[in-house]
């Protein structure tokens, strides 16, 4: 029997499971985990670190930890919030096929949005402040993750939202729906690489002073301060919540109805969503 009776909203009762609600379930628990994430970004940012602000000018302001602040901001909203919500629409939103299609590539374009910022932010704080670029494996992965995305973006626009192209759309879709599982997990571990570089690079303010050999010290990563502790719970909750998005999209009894989709978007596969 499917879960709910309504041509709009064709979601199948999971197999394997008596409960109808199983996938509503996790799709909550997903939605609770980031609000354990948001709260944590802010504290991290506003209370360590003093805020979150953009600079266009002069340079002496862009050298800032607040402007800096951005690029994790950016990040962690448009990787770790949007791209997740867009993955799961079309699993947990009711509505014709092309609807899903322009609520998922808005997710998209919402996501790209902050993508650009966090990248313009830590390209420029990194040029005023007199910092290499691209010299840590954080941004290495970084920008594996964006060549990824980008090309997962541009293909999306041009061939899926065209209903022209379906022999093209036949031969990409399994591409678009591996890379889309695939950006999202690297984008994860490239967050709590980050997080992790710069608890390792130094603690913010409000954290205490430790006593040592020369006199009072401001507190290490390795001292177990405060603000360690929210930066390895904000790691923790971006990488369970990843985890839900990638339980709910990989299992095919959550899969929807096709019978509204073209004969391309019906290609049987596991990572479909």
């Not at 800096?68 to 629409?89: A, K, T, W």
């Not at 603000?227 to 790691?235: D, M, Q, R, T, Y």
Request: charged share 10%; with cysteine; proline share 6%.
């Amino acid at each position: 029997e499917p879960l709910f009776r309504s041509r709009y909203l064709r979601l199948k009762m999971p197999r394997n499971f008596s409960n109808p609600g199983f996938l509503i379930s996790f799709a909550i628990a997903e939605m609770l985990l980031l609000a354990l994430v948001l709260p944590l970004l802010l504290v991290w940012l506003v209370y360590y670190h003093g805020g979150i602000t953009w600079y266009s000018n002069p340079i002496d302001q862009i050298s800032q930890p607040q402007f800096f602040n951005v690029h994790p901001f950016g990040m962690v909203f448009g990787f770790i919030i949007f791209l997740s919500q867009g993955i799961l629409v079309y699993r947990v939103i009711p509505g014709p096929k092309m609807i899903i299609k322009i609520i998922h590539a808005s997710f998209h374009l919402i996501t790209a949005i902050f993508v650009i910022l966090g990248v313009v932010a830590v390209w420029k704080f990194h040029t005023a402040a007199g910092y290499a670029h691209l010299y840590t494996l954080h941004s290495w992965m970084g920008m594996i993750t964006l060549i990824l995305f980008g090309l997962q973006f541009a293909f999306g626009f041009i061939y899926f939202l065209n209903g022209n192209v379906e022999e093209m759309k036949r031969l990409l879709m399994p591409v678009h729906r591996f890379l889309g599982c695939s950006v999202l997990v690297l984008s994860a571990v490239t967050c709590v690489a980050g997080i992790n570089e710069k608890l390792g690079f130094g603690m913010g303010r409000h954290d205490p002073m430790i006593n040592t050999s020369e006199g009072l010290q401001p507190a290490t990563y390795e001292d177990k301060p405060p603000e360690a502790f929210v930066g390895n719970f904000l790691g923790v909750g971006i990488c369970l919540a990843v985890a839900a998005v990638l339980f709910i999209v990989t299992r095919p009894s959550f899969q929807r109805d096709n019978s509204d989709a073209t004969e391309s978007e019906k290609e049987p596969i596991n990572l479909s969503y």
